[in-house]
């Protein structure tokens, strides 16, 4: 390691670098994340940070101190700096949705665990009627295969018999065997994997009970921020998905690593894993390349579940844990869907329903009778507040709810702290709001004529402001700290609204399913909770013919399903049965796509 040093401000933060480093991956390693639209190819700008250095004056041989703005992921670390970091990095976007519950779903399922545990009393007398001690065990749990370490483990109990052990077991194989005061239970990790944050749960596999989750932002953010930058950067070369590989892993190890830690056991008690993710995410959690899914016709190199070894990608587990991979649909309609119709038991709903999850692609899947037909639309992450001005993602200090007073508008922080930014659910509030006071107009332009609107109470329209040339809504105004929604903003998250307006029309027509028969309609992704179903159908996200009352937030209902295939291992037929009977539909292939796009960027008319 050389002597570079660098210095992260306001935090005061110094760190040894290697001279030659990029200063994106130091500050990544470090726990400031720095956000990345294009994988790091100094295209989006998103990763600019002003840098401090000293140079030296040529008359006086002075040194002075400049500054200059930098992409981050462009900058090569050659001398001493001081970097400043926005607010919004040094609040360590990590904490992601902490504070939130992942999901509002149960299904009522039986406790039948892929892993099962025998108590057995281990009897000198009886070990004498078998061949072997090995034959003694298979006898008793009617199995027949066993791995090395495990018939290590039966070597030692020659010399401690007399004595109870848990055999544990899955289907034909003894994989450990532990004596009583060394058994902890036996657990199950189930995971969601994102685009934007992994979600983790550790589930009690006896009891079937949750003994703790946690979520962090999915580390491969750095390498961009939606599947199409991951996709990118994996093309450029093997070394690169490679290293999307290591960095999801080591991501999912390091909250695992924090789950057992507080629960107080070891990753040698975690026998069972299943994971449902997006179909690229779970490409690059197996080192698979992606580059299929990136042109026409996106045909991934697998989309049917998996069960392989947990160890075999290095996860921290016991090492005869399976990992079981839930089946995709299709390149954009992934395992995380599968999952999520598992959760809301698609197969046994007698009504036309419809899903929508609203992630970075949007996925949406309409019934009709048993028939099941889904699609993905490229809604963006501007409901994740990125490509947003103030936008940030739902960690402390972002705007989470603005509401309407007879006067102004209301502010919820998470964290109850001075706002840095505005999140997804916040964005989706204001938009409603700007639409219902009309200083946005149906075709998504912000008003500047409406500061004089006399129907607008004076401190609203008093916020309707110009920023270099662009109109935009200023929703606090601080001693160092502007946040409002721009023009420019407003466009972007009409887009999303239009994307999934348009998908949710096309996919109906196309299985001849018309909306107002739709009896029920579950929203699915994290920040479901926080949204206000009123404010959906104002934005126009749900089309006019569905009530907002059929509407039910679900939450994250991709872990919810990983969930209930740990604890119950048949209903992974049911999964298997959920995703061959989907047809998937690809909605750029439908001639009316263009057209009803464009009828769909217009918002609704509000009263
Ligand atoms: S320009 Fe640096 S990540 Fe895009």
Redesign the pocket.
Known sequence: MSDISIKIMPTNHKIRVKKGSYL?DVLYEHGFI???????????????VEIEYTSESNEESVEEKSHLFV????FIIEKDITVYLPQMQIDKQKEIYKYKKPYQIKVETNINPNIQVLKINVEREEIKKSKSYLDYFFNLVAKKNVSIEVLKKIACVKNDVNKSYNLICSNQQIIDIKSEDKFNGIFGIAIDLGTTSIAIELIDLMSGKNVGDISELNPQILY?DDVISRISYAIQSKENIKLMQKSVISGINNLIEQLIEKIGITQNDIYDVVVAGNTTMIHLLLGIDPDSLGEYPFTPTFISSLAIPAKEIGMHTHPEAQMYIYPAIGGFVGGDITAGLLAINAMKQENPFLFVDLGTNGEIVVSKQEHLFATSTAVGPAFEGVRIQCGMRASIGAIERITINSEDIDIKVIGNIEPVGICGSALIDLLAILLRLKIVNTSGRMLLESVNNPNIPEKIRKRVKTNNSDVIFEVFHGKNKKIFLSSRDVRQLQLSCSAIKCGIKLLAKEAAIELQTIKKVYIAGTFGFYLDKKNLKTIGIIPDEINEEKIDFVGNSSLAGAKYALINKNLRSSIEEISRKIKHIDLSTIPEFEEEFAMSTFFPESE
Do not use: A, E, T, V
């Open positions: 994106i720095i956000p990345s639209s294009c994988g790091k190819r100094g295209i989006c700008g998103k990763c600019l992409n981050s992921c462009q961009g």
